[in-house]
């Protein structure tokens, strides 16, 4: 999957309807709309702030791995930020559509 082109379309279908979305470009760490240089706001998917949202963080020495309760160590983490509501119309749209899938 193709987690930059299915986040970019699911950022404009929610600003299209009238709310803020941006995500984080797993590459560099960096939101990808507001855009910085600064290594301090960077957000890789091992960082410790993911343990906020459940995920465990293993230092294994050499590198770090993230780990989901559910599917361990086999989790990629695509981090989409809206305004819109968790219960709203859009939000439960967005979660039944399947977006590209094509690197």
């Not at 950022?11 to 910085?36: N, R």
């Not at 361990?72 to 979660?95: E, K, M, Q």
Request: with cysteine.
């Amino acid at each position: 999957m193709n987690f930059v082109g299915s986040a970019e379309d699911i950022c404009q279908v929610l600003k299209s309807a009238g709310y803020w979305a941006d995500f984080i470009d797993p590459s560099s760490g960096q939101a990808q709309f507001i855009g910085t240089s600064n290594p301090n706001t960077s957000l890789f998917e091992t960082d410790e702030r993911f343990k906020q949202l459940g995920f465990e963080i293993e230092d294994l020495g050499c590198c770090k791995c993230i780990r989901h309760t559910v599917w361990g160590t086999h989790a990629f983490v695509g981090t989409i930020f809206t305004n819109a509501p968790a219960d709203s119309d859009i939000i439960r749209d967005l979660l039944t559509r399947n977006f590209k899938t094509s690197p």
